[in-house]
């Protein structure tokens, strides 16, 4: 599959693997120069720990399948009529008519029951649409759709994508390949750095096992990028239209013990977990997830849940695959919603930190105070959308709406010690992030806005005054003016 989607992209060790070449050719031209005496001078840098096993050959994918993959996406109260209509046009394009979910009367049913009153996490299955886009049905089979109340400002749709047998093959033959060595590590003699005055820039690497996990995810960000992008279409999705990343939690299957695959961990390496940081979630010990959130390199924020056929039991009365599903409805519903709140406010964190950015070289700059002005009133009309959107989640985001997305997981998930520093599980792990995230954002947003807001006060009333003393200049002008005709009007007489 090729990789498109702008995420990618932005990768650093997507930069690197052209900033190597470069690199290797410099190499190349300078060994012709001056021969290597002493191999000690070399750096050998990288840019992430070598912990990572060697994931050349896993051997128990066989015992190892995707089962779907669930996003989720916002949209504001102002897009509300625009999404019903977009819904409606979907399922006539998409529906598939055998499904038990296909009911287009539930979505009028749930938008005028949300103009009536609001239930925090009222949940509504909406409909299964079977792709018939050439393109995308190479990567997606179906998509479920359904739909819940947040806030009183906006609403989360979720998307349980079942990925086409293509995909699949894709991700096997992902996690079964050798790594790609040209960025497993790059030597760079030290003598190249110092004659060429060359930066680390030139040294971005990453071991064989990150380089797997990370191309892994590439495949995860480009089935919903193509997705969304098609979504978008016909319903005004949130983080799609600004090419954020949307929270996500992909649902594994596995025939292997527990145990078996914690002796063995090269597989959960292989699709981004690391075993020490595994959480057990209290279904009879079936069922284990783990949370990755975004850094340096990975650009997804994503949950994933790994189901056990081997400790499951047969005697609950419904089948492996069934539970499977049930279990998933139930669980991503407040999760998904905790993780687009905090991509929400992520967004909004780096959009005010680009208008601090964008205030603080205006103010920099030395213009004349009448287009630093105009600059930066054109940047307050720009913050006051954001403004918008902060002052709706500050008046929504309340105790009880943070208890309700905690409430029902605590006899679900366990509490363990874990790199976040606090015993809590999941839910609420994620949830203080959130708190925190928004208290920072409030702040932030408040203090770029009120020095903007004072900047602005500021020129305006310098400008104010220039304009009183040239319209007073220009007033005492026209008095003499008239004055001197009056005189010579008088002489003339």
Excluded at 136 to 145: D, G, P, T, V, Y
Aim: proline share 2%.
């Amino acid at each position: 599959m090729k990789i498109r989607n702008p995420a990618t992209r932005e990768k650093d060790y997507v930069k690197g693997k052209y900033r190597k070449k470069f690199g290797r050719n410099l190499i190349n031209f300078y060994s012709h120069i001056k021969n290597v005496e002493n191999d000690n001078n070399r750096d050998f840098l990288e840019s992430m720990s070598s912990m990572n096993p060697d994931l050349s050959k896993p051997e128990i994918i066989e015992n190892f399948n995707l089962d779907s993959i669930i996003f989720s996406d916002i949209i504001f109260v102002e897009d509300f009529e625009k999404l019903r209509k977009g819904l409606h046009k979907l399922y006539k394009q998409n529906s598939n008519n055998f499904s038990p979910y296909n009911n287009p009367s539930n979505i009028d049913t749930f938008f005028n029951q949300l103009n009536s009153e609001l239930d925090y996490g009222s949940w509504c299955p909406l409909f299964d649409i079977n792709i018939k886009d050439k393109k995308m049905s190479e990567i997606c089979k179906k998509i479920k759709i359904s739909i819940s109340s947040t806030t009183y400002s906006f609403v989360t749709i979720y998307f349980r994508v079942v990925p086409s047998e293509k995909f699949h093959d894709e991700l096997n033959n992902m996690i079964n390949s050798d790594a790609d060595k040209r960025y497993h590590r790059l030597m760079i003699p030290r003598y190249i750095k110092d004659y060429f005055n060359i930066n680390k820039w030139i040294y971005t690497t990453y071991n064989k096992g990150t380089h797997k996990t990370l191309v892994i995810e590439d495949l995860f960000l480009e089935l919903k990028w193509r997705i969304t992008r098609y979504l978008l279409k016909e319903l005004p999705l949130f983080f799609a239209k600004l090419g954020s990343v949307n929270p996500s939690i992909e649902v594994y299957k596995m025939t292997k013990s527990q145990d078996y695959l914690k002796r063995r961990d090269i597989q959960f390496a292989a699709i981004g977990v690391d075993n020490y940081k595994i959480n057990e979630i209290n279904f009879d010990g079936d069922v284990e997830t783990y949370f990755t959130h975004p850094g340096n390199a990975s650009k997804d924020m994503t949950l994933k849940f790994l189901f056990n056929r081997v400790n499951y039991d047969i005697n609950k009365g419904i089948g492996f695959d069934t539970s499977v599903r049930l279990i998933m409805e139930d669980l991503s519903k407040g999760l998904l919603q905790l993780l687009s709140l905090n991509n929400l406010t992520e967004i909004l964190e780096k959009r005010t930190l680009k208008h601090k950015n964008i205030y603080d070289k205006i103010n920099s700059k030395s213009i004349t105070k009448y287009s630093k002005f105009s600059k930066l009133t054109k940047l307050r009309i720009k913050m006051e959308k954001d403004y918008l959107y902060v002052n709706r989640i500050k008046r929504d985001m309340n105790d009880n709406l943070y208890k309700y997305f905690i409430k029902d997981y605590n006899s679900i998930f366990f509490k363990s010690y874990n790199e976040w520093g606090s015993k809590k599980n999941i839910p609420e792990r994620i949830t203080s992030s959130v708190k925190e995230r928004f208290a920072n954002l409030t702040s932030l947003f408040e203090n770029v806005k009120h020095e903007l807001d004072n900047q602005t006060a500021f020129l305006n009333t310098i400008i104010d005054y220039k304009r009183q003393r040239v319209m007073l200049t220009l007033t005492i002008f026209s008095l003499l003016i008239a004055l001197i005709a009056l005189f010579v009007s008088v002489i003339s007489i």
